[in-house]
């Protein structure tokens, strides 16, 4: 199974990249850097289509929260907090949020959306989405690339120890949420503290 799921990313790499990381991404890019050391692919091909991939995801969601009313008034009901936050760093940062949000867990869709949402132009936002998306892209890519040996390394001793791995990524993966929600709760809290003082005056 593993040797057939190596050949398919060595036959269809650039597809797989492409399509992979319109639906998510961090996993391809360093799948994509470590494949580019052992020369299955070429970087700076690589970096192209991963970022065409993100750009493309970015722009669907954009364009459904500016012309699918419907999905988003369903997301609103089970997302409201999140939509909430966005829209909060949204008029707080401006554009560079479209930067931060590929690195915030949880808010990759939801700020897209809320940009859609928005008068916002549509082609200033696709000219800052692909170059943020090619920026991502090399970021995450050519250290994989560099440490390639590394990271195959670690993945290997990981599946010998997998009872030492398991736990350590859901620790690293709970601290991550955690410091996200602390995160959320801050913006939050700081517009409820501007509200009320809005409210006393």
Known sequence: MEEFFTKLLIEYGYIILFVWCIMEGEMALIMAGILSHQTHMHIAPAIFVAGLGGFVGDQIYFYLGRYNKKYIAKKLHTQRRKFAIAHIMLKKYGWPIIFIQRYMYGF??????????????????????????????????IPAWVLGEHILEILHKAKEHWYVAVPVVAIFLGALLYGFKRIENKILNERKHRGAISNSK
Not at 113 to 134: D, P, Q, R, V
């Open 108 to 141: 990759r869709v939801i700020i897209p959306m809320t940009i859609g949402l928005t008068g916002y132009s549509a082609k200033k936002y696709a000219f800052i989405n692909l170059i943020s998306a090619w920026c991502w892209a090399a970021i995450t890519i």
